[in-house]
């Protein structure tokens, strides 16, 4: 059981970390707009 | 030759008014004066005084039910000359209506200190993304922390008693704790500004039993973090989580309707193609002044409202009209902004640009409803902003019984509570049907000018028609022809229609497509101003027009014709007299159906004509009307609806003539169908900016969806509180339960409003 002293304060760093990557994708507008780059496939290039 | 009268023209066609027409009249002939008279929009108003009081729209944030609306509203009207404030919960957006030297930061400041963050709506677009992106990081936040605390909490609900040791205990409680400090810090903490705001400006919305429920079973949770216990750390995550989702939820639903009214902004082109004496300039749209001309190529719409100058084309009018058939436009029409040009480049010239066009013009009427609060919300905000009290109290008495009964529960019996109490589905029940009642409407061409309006409209029993060209086309037809010579009718028909074929009168219109046949070519044609044409056909003099006009030529008196309603015209020969002409007014293709309509749900259609008996009877037995009143002046009309409302009708004046004060004030509902260029001049409550009357019977059947829906919602809201709030009391509710109940509540209550969004079928 010894071992759960050292995963799960891990498992809290980690949990920090995904935080951290996933303010930081917010804040970098990742999740504005979830449809256009899937759309600009099927756009002329030059358009 | 008559002589023109220097300087007056016809006020319907713009040709000169001969002096021998009736001292006064303002019209070339009497075709002119009648289809003027019907077809009269609103008389242009008054320009306004100059400005003393100027109008500010404020983006607030912050906003999380409606108790909010009352607060903000309070607190900017509360500022030393401001005469009007309201604030729209879906858009976020509040109106200031203030004298022109209240600084921009006063509103700024009294609005800071009621507890909301607010800027001027004009860089909306950055702000609307960032407040998207909090919201978004609060929630992935609470849900991201919520999985993992369950986690955490996990050993703790499947260890059997006592074999889960006392450390590893404290360190997954620790563990959990370390997470929901975040939560807490971060994702909570909208909620308990809101709640804090909401205790000092005493009115307190629903974050207060929210938060005064968190904060709870926090502390309860605290000491036994590290004394040993149980902790809730899970059920705080979940509720936040929850509470955050359906709040995001109705955000972007919301945001739904008042994407309506911005899309109306994105119409606009952002750039035109100014004309000038080099070639193209291109400008800004904003630019623009009155007077510029312009170029609109195929596809491009009208960067302002314009006058065609040439060619000829069709313009697609739906943005404005809701109306998708193209409408053909010719020169000197008006070209509305917005509208897209279908079928010819063309060049026009700018007659309202900026803030005047009509296309911002229904942006400000729709907003400005918005912004307008019905009884139905007044009467729901009163009860929402007791409740928020009554439920905190109700959990404190809750607490103190179980105490007595049982303590380890009397904590979870508080918490679930206050948690489960929904104040906000009763808040949000009436504005979110409201909004997005009038945005579907806006979006079929009935412009809501006061959302109080929509509430009359339910429960409307009669519909007046306050004159009869609401329901003609305006357009003259001929009804009748009577020979007084040895020609045929249809002769006399295409002699006159040839005389006449140059002019672009009415009743040249109306002989013009009477005519049975090929009409003979005139020549020598001499149109004397107000009287006729004269001209000269297959060797034979011909003069059509008035009755005196027609004698000199006749040589002979007017032959005795009975007394006819509708404005008439006469045609004669060298020394004979052979025809006169009936002209009368045709009813629209749809007014039939709509009174078929407006009766089928009930309502009395009743027609209130100043027009004589004659006009009047046979357009309403064409279209089964049985209750008509001919020849009222408007003091008669305004009679006769304080008439129909002794009896206790609900009375709703369809008309242009809405400028009749004394009718309109009378009224319950002011309907005023109209052209895109009246519509904002326009005082009436709904203008129907669709050329379709049928748009009315939309109307009617609209209102009385957003009342039932608005009652759906009530009656939900309080159903869902008068059971939850008794079971949770009893103990029967888990806190999660509670939150996930609450949050589904909320979200129900707005999507049944959103259903007003959608067109009746």
């Not at chain 1, 010894?2 to 507008?29: E, K, T």
């Not at chain 2, 025809?579 to 407006?598: C, G, K, N």
Request: proline share 5%; with cysteine; aromatic share 6%.
């Amino acid at each position: 059981m010894d071992i759960v002293y050292l995963l799960v304060p891990l498992s809290l760093v980690l949990v920090f970390a995904i935080g951290a990557v996933l303010w930081w994708a917010i804040s970098r507008g990742q999740f504005d707009d979830l449809e256009k780059q899937g759309e600009t496939i099927l756009r002329d290039p030059d358009a | 030759m008559g002589i023109a009268a220097a300087g007056l023209a016809c006020a319907h066609c713009g040709e000169p008014v001969a002096a021998t027409r009736p001292e006064g009249s303002r019209y070339c002939c009497a075709g002119c004066e009648y289809v003027h008279g019907l077809r009269a929009g609103v008389p242009p108003r008054a320009p306004p005084a100059p400005a003393r009081t100027i109008e500010t729209v404020l983006q607030v944030e912050g906003v999380s039910c409606s108790a909010c609306v009352a607060r903000v509203g309070s607190a900017l009207g509360a500022i030393d000359g401001v005469s009007a404030a309201g604030l729209d919960f879906a858009t976020r957006r509040a109106r200031v209506v203030h004298r022109h030297d209240v600084a921009l930061e006063t509103l700024l400041q009294a609005l800071g200190k009621a507890g909301y963050r607010a800027h001027e709506a004009r860089d909306a677009e950055a702000w609307e993304r960032a407040e998207r992106r909090r919201s978004l990081w609060h929630l992935a936040l609470a849900g991201f922390a919520m999985m993992q605390i369950m986690m955490f909490a996990l050993p703790a609900y499947v260890a059997d008693e006592g074999t889960l040791p006392w450390d590893v205990a404290r360190l997954f409680s620790l563990a959990s704790l370390a997470l929901t400090l975040p939560v807490l810090a971060i994702s909570a903490r909208p909620i308990f500004a809101a709640a804090w705001h909401g205790v000092i400006a005493r009115s307190p919305g629903m974050d207060l039993p929210v938060a005064l429920g968190i904060i709870a079973a926090f502390g309860a949770s605290l000491p036994n973090t590290f004394y040993g216990g149980d902790v809730y750390y899970d059920s705080i995550a979940m509720f936040v989580f929850l509470l955050l989702a359906a709040r995001h939820l109705e955000r972007r639903a919301l945001a739904r309707t008042a994407e309506t009214t911005e899309s109306l902004a994105e119409l606009l082109p952002r750039r035109a193609r100014r004309i000038t004496a080099e070639g193209f300039d291109d400008v800004e749209c904003r630019e623009l002044a009155v007077g510029d001309r312009v170029s609109i190529g195929i596809g491009e719409a009208a960067p302002a409202d314009l006058a065609l100058v040439g060619p000829a084309t069709h313009f697609d009018e739906a943005v404005v009209t809701g109306e998708s058939a193209p409408v053909a436009k010719h020169c000197g029409d008006t070209l509305l902004a917005g509208t897209v040009n279908l079928t010819s480049p063309v060049e026009a010239t700018v007659i309202r640009a900026g803030a005047d066009q009509t296309l911002e013009r229904i942006r400000t009427l729709v907003e400005r409803a918005a912004l307008d609060r019905p009884q139905w919300t007044l009467l729901a905000d009163r009860v929402a902003r007791q409740f928020a009290t009554g439920v905190v109290v109700l959990a404190a008495a809750g607490a103190i019984a179980w105490w007595f009964i049982d303590p380890s529960r009397a904590l979870w019996v508080a918490v679930a509570t206050l948690v489960v109490s929904c104040p906000c589905a009763l808040a949000l029940a009436t504005p979110a049907a409201f909004t997005a009642a009038i945005n579907g409407l806006a979006r079929s061409g009935v412009l809501v000018t006061r959302a109080r309006a929509l509430e009359s409209l339910a429960s409307i029993t009669h519909f007046v028609f306050d004159k009869t060209g609401t329901l003609t086309t305006g357009r003259l037809r001929l009804a009748h022809v009577a020979t007084l010579g040895r020609l045929e009718g249809d002769e006399c028909v295409a002699l006159a229609a040839s005389l006449e074929s140059a002019l672009p009168h009415p009743v040249a219109h109306a002989l013009a497509t009477a005519s049975p046949r090929r009409v003979p070519r005139a020549r020598f044609l001499n149109a004397v101003v107000g009287e006729g044409v004269e001209g000269v056909i297959d060797g034979r003099r011909y003069r059509v027009g008035s009755a005196r006009f027609c004698a000199a030529l006749a040589e002979s008196p007017v032959p005795s014709e009975p007394e006819s309603s509708s404005p008439g015209a006469w045609l004669a020969a060298e020394g004979a007299w052979l025809a006169s002409f009936h002209f009368e007014d045709s009813p629209r293709p749809e007014a039939a159906r709509l009174v078929e309509r407006l009766r089928d749900a009930g309502c009395e259609v009743v027609l209130l004509s100043g027009d004589r008996r004659a006009v009047v009877e046979p357009l309403a037995a064409a279209l089964g009307i049985r209750e008509r009143v001919a020849g009222a002046d408007p003091r008669a009309k305004a009679a006769f609806v304080a008439r129909l409302i002794r009896t206790g009708a609900r009375v709703a004046m369809v008309g242009d003539g809405v400028n009749d004060a004394p009718v309109l004030a009378g009224a319950h509902v002011a309907i005023a169908p109209a052209s895109g260029t009246a519509i904002a001049q326009s005082q009436a409550d709904f203008v129907l900016a669709n050329p379709s009357l049928e748009a009315l019977a939309d109307a009617l059947a609209a209102a009385r969806r957003t009342r039932r829906i608005v009652k759906q919602n009530l009656a939900w809201a309080a159903l869902y509180n008068a059971v939850s709030i008794p079971l949770a009391l009893a103990g029967v509710l888990t806190p999660w339960i509670a939150a996930l109940g609450m949050a589904a509540s909320s979200l129900l209550v707005v999507t049944n409003a959103l259903r007003l969004l959608r067109p009746a079928s």
